[in-house]
């Protein structure tokens, strides 16, 4: 599996931005798919999760300013992330869990927040 991430950038405080990731299979196929982050000096943290079933998950930290969906029809695995905030400045990643329960991580595309 392949990932492609983009729609990063800079943006200022309160402002939106929409990640997407492509994957090189049918989504439908993948267990789970996802988003994390990683701050500069910090560890990598969990976004957002959608399971193949359509359920979601939010890290605390983003809940009410990330919403999570795919596409079947591209094959993308989308972040909407509204009210930005300085804090989340990082590289996001995506990652898939296939039915083998093999994880894929995408390049990375980084948001960058000003105040």
């Known amino acids: 599996v392949q990932l492609q991430a983009s729609g990063g950038g800079l943006v200022q405080a309160g402002g939106s931005l929409r990640l997407s990731c492509a994957a090189s299979?049918?989504?439908?196929?993948?267990?789970?798919m996802g988003w994390y982050r990683q701050a500069p000096g910090k560890q990598r943290e969990l976004v957002a999760t959608i399971t193949h079933g359509g359920d979601t998950n939010y890290a605390a930290a983003v809940k009410g300013r990330v919403t999570i969906t795919r596409d079947g029809a591209e094959n993308t695995v989308n972040l909407q992330i509204d009210s930005l905030k300085p804090e989340d400045t990082a590289v996001y990643y995506c990652c898939v869990r296939d039915v083998d329960q093999r994880n894929y991580w995408g390049q990375g595309t980084l948001v960058t927040v000003s105040s």
């Open positions: 299979v049918n989504i439908f196929r993948l267990n789970v």
